[in-house]
């Protein structure tokens, strides 16, 4: 469970614990995260989810302590919010490297474990901002746009190693990643998700057959598998080789 020791991912983590799963709480934040871990009766570990090394050494222990690994919750991220003409190299490499790298790495470093055990779950938190353009926040439009292409791009490899993998895509949800949009957003009227609306999601694609879904979560509705409209293939009728995309896919 990776950014488990605040707002979306705290709440998973309360939330598998309550399903009877053993839980690490994964996170770079030790003190918030070492807190999360005792009040769960979960356990800690630090992990930079930016470090390929970082999440060998984690797999490597959890693997060794628990005996395996059966699920995976890639849920670290951070917002944007720097309109692109101020935004510094090192700003633009963090969003990148903690949302999409995050993502990439944690699944790499997964998927032999969780073969191992005959399959596995994965589930990445992705957003809203992975479907829909954010104007205020390109960048991180563009980094949740990759996670959500990138599970989408993995399932069908991972289906045939017994493992599913799904995108949550929740809209705003109160947690300290708002900041200070928080008061804005309620003075306007927006409501805003909690936590546990979208640890509930994640719980669900946990508990589904299916995979390679983006699941929308919105407030005041259930989670909805999106459709994906079509895009148009080479005139004539001619249909892409396999695994080289297909129309409406
Ligand atoms: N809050 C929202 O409105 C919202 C909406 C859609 C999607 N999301 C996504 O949900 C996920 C969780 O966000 P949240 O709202 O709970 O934010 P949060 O700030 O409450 O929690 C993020 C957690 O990630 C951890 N983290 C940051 N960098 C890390 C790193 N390099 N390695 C390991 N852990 C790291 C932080 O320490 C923190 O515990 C993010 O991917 C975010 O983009 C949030």
């Not at 746009?145 to 069908?156: D, E, I, N, T, Y």
Request: glycine fraction near 16%; proline fraction near 6%.
């Amino acid at each position: 469970m990776t950014g488990g020791a605040s707002g979306i991912g705290y709440a998973t983590a309360r939330a598998l614990r309550g399903a009877g799963a053993q839980v690490v709480v994964a996170d770079i934040d030790a003190e918030a995260g070492g807190k999360a871990a005792d009040a769960l009766g979960a356990t800690f570990a630090l992990l930079d989810v930016t470090s390929p090394a970082s999440w060998d050494k984690l797999v490597d222990t959890v693997t060794r302590f628990y005996g395996g690994i059966d699920i995976g919750v890639l849920n670290a991220g951070v917002s944007g919010g720097t309109p692109v003409g101020s935004l510094t190299d090192a700003a633009y490499r963090r969003i990148m490297a903690i949302n999409v790298d995050g993502v990439v790495f944690g699944a790499r470093a997964l998927v032999g474990p969780l073969a191992r055990r005959g399959g596995g779950r994965l589930v990445a938190t992705a957003s809203l901002a992975g479907l829909v353009a954010m104007p205020r926040d390109p960048v991180y439009t563009a980094s949740k746009h990759a996670v959500v292409g990138f599970v989408r791009a993995l399932a069908p490899d991972l289906a045939e190693r017994g493992i599913t993998v799904h995108a949550v895509c929740p809209g705003l949800t109160d947690t300290p990643l708002l900041d200070g949009a928080k008061a804005y957003l309620e003075e306007r009227g927006m409501p805003l998700l909690r936590p546990e609306d979208i640890a509930e999601a994640v719980l669900g694609c946990l508990g589904s057959e299916d995979t390679g879904r983006a699941w929308v979560v919105q407030a005041g509705r259930e989670p909805i598998a999106y459709t994906f409209r079509g895009v148009p293939g080479p005139a004539g009728g001619v249909r892409p080789p396999e695994g080289f995309g297909v129309p409406g896919g």
